[in-house]
């Protein structure tokens, strides 16, 4: 399982200097709107240093992390929902996506143009909040009406349920609200599936801060992160052992890509188990609650189809006793059956028909 994250936050915010500093792919990063028209993509490994450790015991031929999937779109401008910019292009793009990551910009350069002509970071992240509710705003109060011509014709029980929630929503996002503070029911989130609105998405706010602040406690709110694009962008460039004394001469414990990670497995609620032997030591991300027959689909269909147990180990559990036959003969070697919930940082073995 792969999950994409969506780039997003006014023009000259450095959204694209950050997604080259975090996927290593060069795109065109100018001082003006709209320099990134189409989306651009970039695929990354998510650092895990357990799957390194878990190699050497099983001598595994190969390492395979996980992945995460950064999307890089269009800047936003006040307007979008109704057409301004690229408009309804860019807010397809961020349907696309499981989490928002808005970038605003809190660093000040006179080299490179404000699209308000300040620095104003909470106005910046009221304008695409305001901008991602009236898109969603329009979307359902135009299915609320294809709702009520329905409820004229022949009655529909599971329509009074669904004009139920819409005008719930419609109400939150009229005063201007995301939908994402809300809590949802079972059969309420099935209908909101349909609807595909922007604003149930998780945001991680980025600031986007200057170089003398890196090592500073900037007391963001709860659901934020400060990363330098600036300084990320110097760390691509080096080799892995180079970047990693960088960060200690800046004071910093974890790279911004690290931090990101972190923070958009929380919002997703996302967790790791691990696989390794001698053909391969490999990641696997999974919803957090998973149970091991369905974490063994993630793999194959076919293990959660014919699934009978699951041996389990902790990672640590396992390297401190050196391998899989060591940790049963030290009976840490669990056996699980269909109702057991993964742990992040699983070593699992399943077995199936």
Not at 8 to 26: D, H, I, Y
Not at 293 to 300: M, R, Y
Not at 329 to 340: I, L, N, P
Request: charge should be negative.
């Amino acid at each position: 399982m792969s999950f994409s994250l969506g780039i997003v936050g006014l023009p000259n915010v450095g959204k694209s200097t950050l997604f080259q500093a975090l996927t290593r792919n060069k795109v065109e990063a100018s001082n003006y709107p709209f320099c990134t028209i189409d989306p651009n993509v970039g695929v990354v490994a998510v650092p895990d240093s357990r799957l390194d450790q878990l190699a050497q015991i099983s001598k595994s031929a190969k390492i395979i992390p996980t992945t995460i999937e950064f999307v890089d779109i269009a800047g936003l401008v006040k307007g979008a929902s109704e057409g301004e910019g690229l408009g309804n292009k860019f807010l397809s793009h961020i349907r696309k996506v499981d989490a928002i990551v808005q970038v605003i910009r809190h660093f000040q350069d006179n080299n490179v143009t404000h699209v308000h002509g300040n620095i104003d970071p909470e106005y910046d992240k009221q304008i695409i909040n305001l901008e991602l509710i009236m898109a969603d705003l329009d979307t359902v109060t135009k299915h609320l009406d294809k709702v009520l011509t329905k409820m004229k014709g022949a009655y529909d029980k599971s329509l009074d349920k669904e004009k139920a929630l819409l005008l719930k929503i419609k109400e939150t996002l009229e005063k201007n609200q995301l939908l994402n503070s809300l809590e949802f029911e079972a059969d309420e989130k099935k209908i909101l599936q349909q609807l595909n609105l922007l604003t149930t998405k998780p945001i991680i706010y980025l600031y986007n801060i200057a170089e003398e602040n890196v090592d500073q406690d900037l007391a963001l709110a709860e659901g934020s992160i400060a990363i330098c694009a600036k300084t990320e962008a110097e760390l691509a460039d080096l080799p892995p052992e180079e970047a990693k004394e960088y960060l200690q001469e800046l004071g910093i414990a974890k790279s911004g890509l690290e931090n990101l990670i972190i923070a958009s497995y929380k919002l997703l609620n996302l967790i790791t188990f691990i696989t390794t032997g001698p053909e391969e030591t490999r990641a696997w991300t999974i919803t957090e609650g998973t149970k091991a027959p369905q974490a063994a689909g993630v793999i194959h269909s076919d293990f959660e189809a014919g699934f009978i147990r699951a041996e389990v180990i902790n990672w640590q559990t396992l390297l401190d006793d050196g391998g899989w036959n060591k940790g049963k003969e030290a009976g840490h070697m669990r056996m699980e059956g269909k109702d057991y919930i993964m742990k992040d940082g699983d070593t699992v073995h399943f077995h199936f028909n």
